[in-house]
Each structure stands twice: as C-alpha cells, then as structure tokens.
C-alpha cells in the first residue's frame, strides 16, 4: 500500500536528498548508523550543504526521537523533522532499492 503525504515532495529541494538517502538505505531500514555518511554532504544540492542526523528522544526528554534534515545555501536554508517510519517510507519509495 502506498502512503500518501500531505506534501508533495518532488516540488521541494528535500526531494533530492530523499532520492539520495534512499539509494543509500536500499529498501533496508533506516538507523542512525546508517547516517554517518550525511553529516555534512555537498554533493546532493550544488553550493549547498546537507545534513542528516538523529535526534534521540533521551536529549528531548520524551520516549520517541526523529530525524530530521538541514539544508544551508545561498538558494535554500531549512530544516524538515520526520518520524523514522516518515522518513524511511519517502526514502525508500522516491529512491530505487
């Protein structure tokens, strides 16, 4: 079954390091380990930098953590948050396994 986002991701600079992440994670699970190559990527968005990271929910004070992504450049500066199940779903369907 397909899930449906509320956000169509393809229009947004996130969808390109999706397309990324999930070459990387290749239809398995996502996992903190599986992260140490994003912590500061500038190959994904020219004359941008990337960053993916864990927050664990120990540093929030509450039971669940969550990813979240960074983007810093001249065109584009955000962060989106995602629940690993979000995050690992958007991956793995946009990216190839």
Same mark, same amino acid.
């Given at each position: 079954?397909?899930?449906?986002?509320?956000?169509?991701? %393809? $229009?947004? &600079?996130?969808?390109? !390091?999706? *397309? !990324?992440?999930?070459?990387?994670?290749?239809?398995?699970? =996502?996992?903190? +380990? /599986? =992260?140490?190559?994003?912590? $500061?990527?500038?190959? *994904? #968005?020219?004359?941008?930098?990337? #960053? *993916?990271?864990? #927050?664990?929910? %120990? &540093? /929030?004070?509450?039971?669940?953590?969550?990813?979240? *992504?960074?983007?810093?450049? @001249?065109? !584009?500066?955000? +962060?989106?948050?995602?629940?690993?199940?979000?995050? %690992?779903? /958007?991956?793995? $369907? #946009?990216? @190839?396994?």
């Amino acid at each position: 079954m397909k899930k449906h986002y509320p956000l169509d991701w %393809e $229009s947004t &600079q996130v969808h390109q !390091v999706l *397309i !990324v992440l999930g070459k990387e994670l290749n239809g398995r699970r =996502l996992h903190p +380990t /599986l =992260l140490r190559g994003f912590e $500061s990527r500038t190959d *994904i #968005i020219a004359d941008h930098i990337t #960053i *993916i990271r864990h #927050i664990p929910g %120990e &540093q /929030l004070g509450r039971r669940k953590g969550f990813y979240q *992504i960074t983007i810093e450049g @001249p065109r !584009v500066s955000g +962060t989106w948050n995602f629940f690993s199940g979000e995050l %690992e779903d /958007l991956a793995n $369907s #946009i990216g @190839p396994a």
